[in-house]
């Protein structure tokens, strides 16, 4: 890597279009896993204005009003003004969905099929998945992305106070960091837009902005006299949400892996039950990759793999460290470690992390990982992997 470089990433409000879609997608999830634990699920949502759309494949014994489940999950977002086209109460509502295809089916299910090699649950898809961690902040994630991740958390934790009553729900924010030998040094700027009232000031939204959310969640240090803040820079942010952009499942996949450090295999999360690998696969990557830090095999680890649809093994397996691997060992002693100590079966990952449970609205926001208390967040099998070396 360069001696000195920036790198900026970024993150979206809980009203942002897209995360409408995919809070919606998850909450449709969780509502199927909590009746019907095996449950196949698929749902993608898109919104625009003042409508909800529906669509994808659901095959589940669980009895579901997916109205209600629409309204309370825009209802929790905050669209709940008189003045929101995007309104809980008042959005039409189309509902697309239907059964998953039985050809996938029986690749998924863990039992013989004409034209299956295996009796095994196999892949629902074929695809990559990575996993990342690094040693830079607590939660054994790229600064950037932390940053603008508690950017956000924070700014809906004070509009859902009601103590800043010119907050709206949708929102951005973006950090870029300044690195120095590969170390975090500086905070070259920080961008935030959030939706507002049409009655509040600029220079009071930039104000507070400033001094209750950046400062109160960036550590004084890495904040300079150089520190550019760019608060609303187009100057106004009423029209927001569906009403101003649609919305689409799955469209944020880097705010909710690694803010783009960490590579990506394309698939996204939201609305998906753990028989598809784009979620689970992924979400195992990243408990490799953070038990591979912990363990202190080294500072910084990817680990990518690939699966054929219907097949149980995964086709490939590959760590890589990027030259931080502990003195003496090497990107293929902890491939082989990993592979010893973790079983990356589709089926066998479902059991591993716990999967069939609704845990997936609390993912939904602020990133897939860096979150105390996901299963895939734990260091766990740090030691196993440390023992594992060869």
């Known amino acids: 890597m360069a001696n000195s470089f920036v ?4 993150s979206v409000g809980e009203g942002h279009p897209d995360k409408v879609a995919d809070l919606i997608s998850d909450s449709v999830l969780d509502a199927c896993l909590a009746q019907d634990p095996r449950s196949r699920v698929a749902c993608e949502t898109m919104v625009k204005s003042n409508m909800v759309i529906l669509a994808g494949e659901i095959t589940t014994s669980a009895k579901l009003n997916y109205e209600a489940i629409v309204r309370d999950a825009i209802r929790d977002i905050g669209y709940v003004n008189a003045d929101d086209v995007f309104h809980a109460d008042h959005v039409f509502i189309n509902n697309y ?10 690749g998924v299910d863990a039992k013989k099929a004409k034209g299956k090699k295996t009796a095994e649950q196999g892949a629902g898809d074929q695809g990559i998945m990575f ?6 902040t607590p939660e054994l994630m790229p600064t950037p992305i932390m940053f603008a991740h508690r950017l956000g958390r924070e700014l809906t934790k004070i509009r859902k106070s009601g103590k800043v009553p010119w907050l709206r729900p949708d929102a951005k924010s973006q950090v870029s960091v300044r690195y120095q030998n590969d170390k975090p040094v500086e905070v070259v700027n920080v ?7 049409a009655d ?4 009071r939204i930039e104000k507070h902005l400033i001094e209750h959310v950046i400062k109160k969640v960036i550590p004084g240090k890495l904040l300079t006299k150089n520190t550019e803040y760019l608060i609303n820079p187009t100057g106004r942010f009423v029209v927001g949400g569906p009403q101003g952009d649609s919305g689409l499942t799955g469209r944020k996949i880097i705010v909710d892996t690694y803010g783009g450090w960490g590579r990506h295999g394309g698939g996204a999360f939201s609305g998906k039950d753990p028989s598809k690998v784009d979620r689970s696969a992924a979400y195992m990557g990243r408990w490799v990759a953070k038990n591979i830090v912990a363990a202190g095999l080294a500072t910084h680890a990817e680990i990518q793999f690939a699966y054929a649809i219907g097949h149980p093994q995964p086709v490939s ?3 890589e460290t990027f030259g931080t691997a502990k003195l003496g ?12 100590v973790f079983s990356f079966k589709p089926a066998d990952i479902v059991v591993q992390l ?5 845990i997936y609205r609390q993912t939904t926001n602020y990133g897939h990982f860096g979150k105390a208390g996901l299963p895939w967040e734990k260091t766990d099998k740090a030691a196993a992997l440390a023992a594992a070396i060869k």
Not at 131 to 136: D, N, R
Not at 329 to 340: G, K, L, M, N, P
């Open 131 to 136: 996993g990342y961690a690094c040693s830079e």
């Open 7 to 10: 790198f900026s990433s970024e």
């Open 329 to 340: 060992i090497s990107d293929e002693q902890i491939t082989a470690a990993v592979q010893e």
């Open 191 to 197: 961008v935030i837009s959030t939706q507002h009232t």
């Open 200 to 203: 509040v000031e600029h220079a």
């Open 354 to 358: 716990d999967l069939l449970r609704p």
């Open 317 to 319: 397996v590959r760590v």
């Open 97 to 106: 969905l239907t059964r998953q295809s039985p050809d996938i089916a029986q």
